[in-house]
């Protein structure tokens, strides 16, 4: 190689470099977008609890009032907590049901992250129709957001212990 050429070939090269390490810094911060594959298959979540009966926390929410009623708890990948806080992509199903087929219902929370929802944690709240999917309102909207069922969702699970999540 001539000198010139070699030359050439290392400003090519530094240049690559700088713009690469300046493209890192520009990274917006992560964001996790739930969707309908989100939850999809829910069922094979690794299962962290399975309850009955009443809780204090609970009251009337997700049937807790109602003996028939067993609540399942999903964690996808069995995601865990780290210093008091869910990662950024944390996917947390509840599915609500008893035999009689008169109580099915599944909610979900995700961990959006990228100040989504500062005041609540940057979680994000869903109900979900029996098959994993969003549910919609009576006006076709997705039943999902900061403050989805006039915020009961967010603000009852203040009260948890860790990160908003009462079960893990
Ligand atoms: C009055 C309190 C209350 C309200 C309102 C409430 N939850 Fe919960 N939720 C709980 C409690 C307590 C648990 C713990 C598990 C159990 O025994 O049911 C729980 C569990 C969950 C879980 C499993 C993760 C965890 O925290 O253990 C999800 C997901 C969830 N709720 C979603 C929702 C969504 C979505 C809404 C609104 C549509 C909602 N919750 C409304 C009290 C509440």
């Known amino acids: 190689m001539n000198k010139k050429l070699f030359f050439a070939f ?3 090269l530094s240049g690559l470099l700088l713009s690469t390490s300046c493209k890192k810094e520009e990274e917006a911060p992560q964001e996790f977008i739930a969707n309908n594959q989100t939850f999809t298959g829910f069922k094979s979540f690794t299962k962290v609890a399975e309850n009955i009966g009443p809780d204090p926390s609970l009251g009337a929410a997700h049937f807790g009032n ?3 009623v067993t609540r399942y708890i999903y964690f996808k990948d069995n995601v865990a907590a780290s210093g008091g806080s869910y990662p950024v ?3 947390i199903v509840k599915e609500s049901k008893n035999d009689e087929g008169t109580v099915n219902m599944i909610v979900a929370m995700a961990k959006r992250g990228n ?3 500062t005041q609540g944690g940057d979680w994000e709240w869903f ?3 029996s098959d ?3 549910a919609k309102d009576e006006q076709g909207n997705d039943m999902r957001g900061t403050a989805l069922l006039n915020g009961a969702c967010v603000s009852c699970h203040a009260g948890a ?3 908003y999540v ?3």
Do not use: P, Q, Y
Request: negative net charge.
């Open 10 to 12: 290392t400003l090519l």
């Open 66 to 68: 109602d003996s028939t």
């Open 89 to 91: 992509g944390a996917v």
């Open 115 to 117: 100040s989504f929802n």
């Open 127 to 129: 109900v979900l129709t």
């Open 132 to 134: 994993g999917t969003i």
């Open 161 to 163: 212990e860790t990160d």
């Open 166 to 168: 009462f079960s893990k």
